[in-house]
């Protein structure tokens, strides 16, 4: 099993920033790709930011593009969403997931259906 917890969630102005973490453990060989996704209330969950952990090969959703940066502190076992130039529609829940698969089109990973486990969640909420 993973676990993953997220943390770092909390309110902002429109145009802040926060950082969100995904601390990551259990059995984690053989984990090929950390994600970050989202879900606003009445919308289906949609992949932001992945990582792959051997080589550190980051893909964004063309919304965040520019704005949102994934990374990884392997010491910690630890993944980093840092946002910037927030806006008041990247307000939803934001979950860190893992999945053992790898190879294939990058774009799979960005799907929610590609991740096996999942952490709880933290809110981001961003005011105009």
């Known amino acids: 099993q993973v676990q993953l917890v997220e943390s770092g969630g909390g309110s902002v102005q429109a145009g802040g920033s926060l950082r969100l973490s995904c601390a990551v453990s259990?059995?984690?060989?053989?984990?090929?790709?950390i994600g970050w996704f989202r879900q606003a209330p009445g919308k289906e969950r949609e992949g932001v930011a992945v990582?792959?952990?051997?080589?550190?090969?980051?893909y964004y959703a063309d919304s965040v593009k520019g704005r949102f940066t994934i990374s990884r502190d392997g010491a910690k076992n630890t993944v980093y969403l840092q946002m910037t130039s927030l806006r008041p529609e990247d307000t939803a829940m934001y979950y860190c997931?893992?999945?053992?698969?790898?190879?294939?089109?990058?774009?799979?990973?960005?799907?929610?259906?590609?991740?096996?486990?999942w952490g709880q969640g933290t809110q981001v909420t961003v005011s105009s």
């Open positions: 990582i792959r952990l051997g080589g550190g090969s980051t």
């Open positions: 997931a893992a999945t053992r698969l790898n190879g294939g089109i990058w774009y799979r990973f960005l799907r929610p259906d590609s991740y096996n486990y």
């Open positions: 259990g059995y984690t060989d053989n984990v090929n790709y």
